[in-house]
């Protein structure tokens, strides 16, 4: 059967962006290229990260619409998290609360890229 593998973000500047991944995963990227990084986010799925200007065919004019999400945490585990990631300086859109899918917040990368943190209540999907 067919299973995504990656996701490749586009981004200005890639170096910036593989610093600021390398502080908020704590590991740094498992290969870097010319203007391209990736990350190993588990075992089997991984986070490319493409300087727009190097990709072919070229990237659309808009980037940065785009949401990672890392939600297999707990409710401590997102207060931590955003604890350390205020402390990098990272950029909070949401500030820690609780919405109908969970208690979350959101931040950006250097390229607006949001950043979801999320303990998911999954008692709605079984």
């Given at each position: ?53 190097e ?5 659309p ?66």
């Amino acid at each position: 059967m067919f299973k995504p593998n990656s996701v490749i973000i586009y981004v200005m500047d890639a170096n910036v962006s593989a610093n600021f991944y390398t502080k908020i995963l704590g590991r740094p990227p498992i290969e870097t290229y010319p203007g391209f990084a990736v990350f190993l986010l588990n075992d089997n799925f991984v986070l490319g990260i493409q300087e727009a200007a190097e990709i072919t065919p070229k990237a659309p004019n808009h980037y940065g619409g785009f949401e990672l999400s890392f939600s297999d945490v707990t409710k401590n585990d997102v207060d931590e998290i955003y604890a350390a990631w205020k402390k990098l300086g990272v950029t909070i859109e949401l500030e820690p609360q609780m919405l109908e899918f969970g208690y979350t917040f959101v931040g950006n990368d250097p390229d607006g890229h949001r950043l979801r943190v999320c303990a998911t209540d999954t008692s709605k999907f079984e």
